[in-house]
C-alpha cells in the first residue's frame, strides 16, 4: 500500500529565509509526487510534481522540490520565504499506474512566515 | 473559466437523512475523486472516477456512495448520514490520474 509521512505539523521561518517543508513516501512502483497549497477557506492549489526526469522540480511561486529515490523523499523548498506563502501544504503520492489510481495525501504542514 | 463547482457549500444536516453533495467540472477531465479533510488527517480519498461508468473506492469509502453517469458530474451521496462524517469534503478533477488535479471550493457537512 502506497502511504504519505509529512513529519511536521507546523514549520515556522521568518521572511525572507529559505524554508523546507519536509515529505516522505512508500510505493511499490515507482511513484508520481505533488504538492499542494491550500489557503485558509479554500480549496488546495497545484504547486508542483515529480513523474520522471529531472530530480529538481521547479513549481509555482518560486517553490520547487527535490526528489531523491535513495531516501523516498520530496521535500519542498524555497530559496526566499514570503509571509504571503503561509499556507497549509499537502504531499501526495500515486504509485505506478499499473498498481491503481489513487492518491494518497500526507497529513498537511502548516507553514508560518513570520515578519 | 476552468472551474471545480461543489453544492451546498454548507450543510447541516441529521442522522440519517439521505443528503448528496453535487460536484461538476468544465474541463473535460476523465478523472474525478472526492475528498474528505479532518483535522490532523490531511486529505483521504473516498471513492474516485477514472472515466464516465468507471468508479473505486479510495482509501474511505464506507458510508459513501459514487455514481458517474455523465463525464461532468461526480456527485457524493450519504445514504444515511452520521455524525463520523461531520467533515469537509473537496472534489477534484484531473485529466488522468496521474496529472495535477483542480479542486473545488468545498463542502462543509456537519450531521448531527
Known amino acids: 500500500a502506497q502511504s504519505v509521512a509529512q513529519p511536521e505539523d507546523q514549520v515556522n521561518v521568518a521572511e525572507g529565509n529559505p524554508l523546507t517543508v519536509k515529505c516522505t513516501y512508500s510505493v511499490s512502483g515507482n511513484p508520481y509526487l505533488f504538492w499542494y497549497v491550500q489557503y485558509p477557506n479554500r480549496g488546495l492549489q497545484f504547486l508542483l510534481k515529480y513523474i520522471t526526469g529531472d530530480n529538481l522540480v521547479k513549481g509555482s511561486y518560486g517553490f520547487e522540490a527535490e526528489f531523491n529515490k535513495s531516501q523516498t523523499s520530496f521535500h519542498l523548498k524555497k530559496p526566499s520565504a514570503l509571509v504571503s506563502d503561509s499556507a497549509l501544504y499537502f504531499c501526495a503520492v500515486r504509485d505506478t499506474p499499473n498498481a491503481g489510481n489513487m492518491l494518497t495525501f500526507g497529513g498537511g504542514t502548516r507553514l508560518m512566515v513570520k515578519p | 473559466e476552468a472551474q471545480v463547482t461543489q453544492n451546498p457549500r454548507y450543510l447541516i444536516t441529521v442522522t440519517g437523512k439521505k443528503l448528496t453533495v453535487t460536484c461538476s467540472q468544465n474541463?473535460?477531465?476523465?478523472?474525478m475523486s472526492w475528498y474528505r479533510q479532518d483535522p490532523g488527517l490531511g486529505l483521504r480519498q473516498i471513492y474516485y472516477?477514472?472515466?464516465?461508468?468507471?468508479?473505486d473506492k479510495g482509501d474511505v469509502p464506507e458510508g459513501y456512495k459514487v455514481s458517474r453517469k455523465e463525464k461532468r458530474n461526480f456527485p457524493l451521496i450519504l445514504e444515511s448520514p452520521s455524525p463520523n462524517q461531520t467533515s469537509l469534503y473537496f472534489c477534484?478533477?484531473?485529466?488522468?490520474?496521474?496529472?495535477?488535479?483542480?479542486f473545488g471550493p468545498g463542502t462543509r457537512l456537519t450531521v448531527l
Open positions: 474541463m473535460n477531465h476523465e478523472y
Open positions: 477534484a478533477s484531473s485529466l488522468s490520474s496521474g496529472n495535477e488535479q483542480f
Open positions: 472516477s477514472m472515466n464516465v461508468e468507471v468508479t
